[in-house]
């Protein structure tokens, strides 16, 4: 079996939501803005480092989605969004603090690592460069709001950063985030993932997997106000037994009903 990051990240986040995304086949709708704008993002950036025009390809991959019905929040818009996208690509190059060479090569790196039996860790890695002129692992973010750079040190405790850092063996690693506001920032942070953090990754990927293939499926509740993980989870409406809600953000797999004959294992 084929595991990677979100599976991990799915599954010690609530075992229930796990088996609904990837044993029944239930998927979120793509209606989120922000997470479609990041995509159409990243393509624009890989056009940059291919010296296309990167303004011209957020248009097109954005464009895609212009007369679809999308969850849009803090008050933006398609054409806001645009306009931030464009900002932060002209930005980026005039500061021009990353470098990539070799683009077709170090641009969305594939990483297979082997694991127990006949499992394997994939991993797609943003790029490989250089930051202010230090080679680096880099991750590309498009968010709303900036991130938190204090306590000192808080970024090497990045989950996803430090997965990326033991599939790839590579300590030094760094986030680029682009930040949509009324005024747009990049944000360039870096940090160094140690031994001990990438073996103890490692460690939980061995335990996590042979928790999933022992079928330990247990929900992790997480209605507890104000902090309720699960109001906002796009499983709920499964939770709860509720078609509506599953229709609103749900979508089903072709084929995911051969699966069903795990409800008799837990039920």
């Known amino acids: 079996m084929i595991y990677?990051?979100?599976q991990i990240s799915q599954y010690l986040a609530c075992p229930r939501r796990y088996r609904h995304?990837?044993?029944?086949?239930?998927?979120?709708?793509?209606?989120?803005?922000a997470m479609l704008f990041g995509r159409a993002f990243e393509r624009a950036l890989a056009a940059f480092f291919l010296r296309q025009d990167a303004a011209a390809a957020l248009f097109q991959e954005w464009k895609l989605y212009q007369d679809q019905k999308l969850e849009y929040s803090h008050g933006d818009t398609w054409d806001r969004m645009l306009e931030q996208g464009i900002q932060?690509?002209?930005?980026?190059?005039?500061?021009?603090?990353?470098?990539?060479?070799?683009?077709?090569?170090n641009l969305q790196i594939k990483f297979v690592r082997p694991l127990s039996g006949q499992n394997e860790f994939v991993a797609y890695i943003d790029a490989i460069g250089r930051l202010n002129c230090r080679?680096?692992?880099?991750?590309?973010?498009?968010?709303?709001?900036?991130?938190?750079?204090?306590?000192?040190?808080?970024?090497?405790?990045?989950?996803q950063l430090v997965c990326y850092s033991w599939i790839s063996g590579i300590s030094e690693v760094a986030q680029v985030a682009f930040v949509r506001k009324r005024l747009v920032e990049i944000q360039y942070l870096r940090t160094t993932i140690t031994d001990e953090q990438r073996r103890e990754f490692g460690q939980l990927v061995e335990v996590t997997t042979r928790q999933i293939e022992s079928a330990q499926f247990l929900p992790h509740s997480g209605i507890r106000f104000p902090q309720n993980p699960c109001s906002s989870c796009p499983y709920i409406g499964l939770c709860l037994g509720s078609h509506e809600l599953v229709e609103a953000a749900l979508i089903r797999q072709q084929g995911a009903e051969s699966l069903d004959w795990l409800d008799e294992l837990h039920y």
Do not use: H, M, N
Request: neutral net charge; proline residues 5%; aromatic residues 10%.
């Open 4 to 6: 990677s990051y979100t």
């Open 88 to 105: 932060l690509l002209d930005r980026f190059c005039q500061e021009d603090r990353v470098r990539i060479r070799q683009a077709r090569r």
């Open 135 to 159: 080679d680096c692992l880099l991750e590309w973010k498009t968010t709303s709001a900036r991130y938190p750079t204090e306590p000192d040190g808080l970024l090497a405790l990045d989950p």
């Open 21 to 33: 995304r990837y044993l029944d086949g239930w998927q979120e709708k793509d209606t989120r803005a």
